[in-house]
């Protein structure tokens, strides 16, 4: 039997248990989020000009894009493939993945903060969906990350 080095040892936590509730509640978030992104994103790729999302390009106007590529790329990569990645990190038990979640909610947050201003458009119901899925991944993330710490003693 292999010697288990430090290195090995301290890289996940104990797989004995199952993933805590808000671990598991995270990774149902991170997933949805995740999946529906590289839908969104990929769509983009395949059709820069939004035809089968049934948008024009004429959304874009006044933005730097002139089409749903950089878009699509970007959704793909920050709201596709992140959270999937936080996901698994979650699932592998990586003691960062409090931080993941934050960083996914923070990101969803950002992105559609920025999509609203550079689309500047009437208000959408599905921002506001995003914004709030956003809010509950990041706390999720702070949750879970504050019930993880060692206790601190008084007077500390």
């Known amino acids: 039997m292999p010697a288990t080095t430090p290195t090995t040892a301290t890289r996940r936590l104990p797989t004995s248990h199952p993933l805590p509730g808000i671990a598991r509640l995270a990774v149902v978030l991170e997933i949805f989020l995740g999946v529906g992104a590289l839908f969104g994103g990929g769509v983009f790729l395949l059709a820069p000009d939004g035809h089968l999302l049934g948008m024009t390009t004429k959304t874009l106007a006044g933005s730097p894009f002139q089409s749903y590529l950089v878009p699509g ?13 936080a996901a ?27 999509e609203m201003v550079v689309l500047a458009g009437p208000g959408s119901l599905a921002w506001t969906f995003y914004l709030v899925l956003g809010t509950c991944i990041a706390a ?7 019930s993880s710490r060692p206790e601190e003693s008084p007077g500390r």
Do not use: E, K, N, Y
């Open 88 to 114: 698994a990190i979650t699932i592998r038990r990586q003691s960062i993945a409090p931080f993941a979640a934050v960083a996914v909610g923070l990101t969803l947050i950002v992105w559609i903060s920025v």
């Open 140 to 146: 999720v993330g702070v949750v879970w990350w504050r």
């Open 73 to 85: 790329i970007l959704l793909f990569l920050f709201v596709g493939v992140a959270p999937l990645l």
